[in-house]
């Protein structure tokens, strides 16, 4: 096969359009600097940071001086800033860890201090106060470590915003690009990186690559890790009431994790999970008996869930390391290459964080300037469902696209997704559409809007149709010319 070579000599390339990757991106754009994104897949967000709690955790779990303690807390501290720059959606709705008996009791008591240590907000409830926050509490939740800087994110529309922000700011971005192979050269210390279509140039590289990032440091060196990925099933049920549970609800962590949690999601959807198994890197199943064993556990926190309001079960992969810890270091053995790997939970929380320590440095190894021209505001994407009456009309009397609506459930107008196709790293594919404007989220899946969908991304992208797919190369959607044409 031949490669096309990319004339460019870039500053620094990240592999991996996770929500580190682009957060990295994002930082690395206050400067001036030539910098690209690759990611394998047709858009960014499409591993870890797609199936996940969406929890943007206050940081009073993790242990005093590990990295994940260090990015957590200050993680926490930007997100609703950036939330605002970027017009993602988050809501600071407090979590409740849950205690049931003196032994979760003492736990609590323990994570108050620990909390101390790590310069977080938490506090002990009685059962009183408890119930009254909660009303739909089962009778047995004892006490709670309440953690009022707890909040929830959309981590589709978070990933994105960063990376739309980085391109605004001049990265760039090659999406369908899997990193294969990376050589050094000895000589004037480039990067070489050669991907299954394009060979790049860089001076530094960054390895955001989840769960596979110990595999990409390979192609270098001698990985000092190895992730085992940890598999968390989770039940989804459709925004019934508002007011149904309005804390994220764990339960006590264990040495494994943080167990199971209820929470409601920015959009207003219940989010029930996740488990926590041993897996294949690539398997995102969910099956019958682990999903029954994750109801079991979350109906000691909450009573009568509504099963009925069930929309589909998803899996996410937590990309473990056994270091136990966040990587985020220079190699020793190739310098100005990054490695920022084993990014477990609380990765989410932690990302904006971990791209402006990145960042900087890149930008002290690479002497980089400041970006006057740095502009962190990401345009407003407009949704009908957080517009008032009076502005939509307004809208629609500008643009009547925006009264076109296309996904009934989540009430998406034509405008909204032409929008999303023509923004800097805008939606290509059904999926696309669906994590930037939650069209085909809702209780039907896409049944109704898909086709729509279909046909607004063939017309605003000016391909043919049976071009059109769900996801990835190999997702086509109309494979074949119906009615005999
Ligand atoms: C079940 C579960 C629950 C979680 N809950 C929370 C939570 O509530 N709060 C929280 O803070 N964190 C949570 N996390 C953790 C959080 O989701 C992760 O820390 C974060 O998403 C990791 O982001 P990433 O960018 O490192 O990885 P990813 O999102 O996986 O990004 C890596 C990217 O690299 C790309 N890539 C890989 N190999 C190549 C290659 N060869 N060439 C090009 N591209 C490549 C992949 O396609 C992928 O897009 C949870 C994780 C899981 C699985």
Redesign the pocket.
């Known amino acids: 096969m031949s490669l096309n070579k990319n004339k460019d000599v870039f500053d620094c390339l990240i ?9 990295i991106a994002r930082y690395l754009s206050r400067f001036n600097i030539n910098a690209i994104l ?4 047709s858009d ?14 206050s940081g009073y779990d993790p242990k005093p001086g590990t990295l994940k303690a260090k990015f ?1 807390v200050l ?1 926490n501290k930007m997100m609703e800033q950036v939330c605002k720059d970027l017009d993602v959606p988050y809501i600071k709705n407090g979590s409740l860890t849950i205690g049931f008996n003196g032994d979760d009791k003492k736990t609590i008591l323990e994570l108050i201090e620990r909390a101390k240590i790590n310069g977080v907000k938490a506090r002990f409830i009685e059962k009183d106060e408890l119930h009254n926050m909660e009303p739909n509490l089962n009778e047995e939740c004892l006490c709670a470590l309440y953690a009022e800087d707890s909040a929830i994110v959309s ?1 589709f529309e978070l ?1 994105i915003a960063f990376m739309e922000n980085a391109m605004d700011n001049g990265v760039k971005l090659s999406l369908d ?4 192979n990376i050589e050094r050269d000895i000589d004037n210390g480039l990067y070489h990186v050669y ?1 299954n279509k394009d060979e790049f140039i860089a001076k530094s590289l960054v390895n ?6 110990d ?2 440091l390979s192609l270098i060196e001698k990985p000092s890790y190895k992730i085992n990925p ?3 099933e ?1 039940i989804l049920l459709d925004h019934f009431n508002a007011n149904f549970v309005k804390h994220t609800l764990f339960m006590c962590p264990t040495k494994v994790g ?1 167990g199971v ?1 209820v929470s409601p999601t920015t959009s207003y959807n219940y989010i029930i ?2 488990s ?1 198994e041993l897996t294949d890197i690539e398997d995102t199943s969910t099956d019958f008996e682990t999903l029954n064993e994750i109801k079991e556990v979350a109906s000691k926190l909450i009573k009568n869930i509504p099963y009925g309001e069930v929309i589909r079960t998803f ?5 473990n390391p056994d270091t136990d810890d966040f990587i985020i270091e220079e190699s020793k053995e190739n310098p100005l290459f990054f490695n ?2 084993g ?9 904006p964080a971990i791209g402006e320590y990145v960042s900087n440095l890149i930008k002290e190894k690479l002497n980089l300037s400041e970006n006057l021209d740095y502009n962190p505001i990401r345009r407003k994407v407009f949704k009908l469902t957080s517009l008032g009456k009076d502005k939509y009309n307004e809208l629609i009397k500008k643009d009547p696209t925006y009264g076109h609506i296309i996904c009934r459930c989540e009430k998406v107008s034509e405008g909204e997704i032409i929008d999303s196709i023509h923004r800097n790293c805008g939606a290509r594919t059904i999926k696309g559409v669906k994590k930037r404007l939650r069209a085909g989220f809702g209780k039907c899946q896409g049944c109704f809007c898909q086709e729509e969908v279909l046909k607004i991304l063939a017309r605003e992208l000016n391909v043919d149709i049976n071009q059109i797919r769900y996801k990835d190369e190999g997702s086509e959607i109309l494979k074949y010319p119906s009615k005999g044409e």
């Not at 899996?315 to 990309?319: C, F, H, K, L």
């Open positions: 592999i991996g359009g996770g929500v580190i990757g682009c957060s690759l990611e394998k897949h960014v967000c499409e591993e870890v940071s797609s199936a996940n709690s969406a929890i943007v955790h957590n993680g981590p990933t690009s899997e990193v294969i991907t955001a690559t989840g769960l596979y990032s595999k990409i940890r598999k968390g989770y943080k949690l999970g996740p926590n899996a996410g992969t937590r990309p920022v790997g990014i477990m939970s609380p990765g989410l929380a932690s990302s």
